[in-house]
């Protein structure tokens, strides 16, 4: 029980996107560090609320 999505979910968050953000935020000029997180975040959260719904939604309307 301890170690289930809860535990998990953020841990391959961790390993998995924040390199690739910490990255990102490496390359962007400066004094727009601040917009450039803040557009990260953004599209990391509409990429796993948003989009996972839409696809599923899509992929039944239009195969099932």
């Known amino acids: 029980i301890c170690f289930g999505g809860a535990f998990f979910g953020p841990l391959s968050f961790a ?13 962007t000029p400066m004094n727009v560090e601040a917009t450039m997180m803040a557009f990260s975040a953004s ?16 992929l039944n309307k239009y195969f099932l």
């Not at 390993?15 to 390359?27: D, I």
């Not at 599209?43 to 899509?58: D, P, R, W």
């Open 15 to 27: 390993m998995t996107q924040l390199p690739t953000l910490v990255l990102f935020q490496k390359m």
């Open 43 to 58: 599209i990391v959260n509409m990429s796993n609320g948003l989009m996972g719904s839409l696809t599923g939604a899509l």
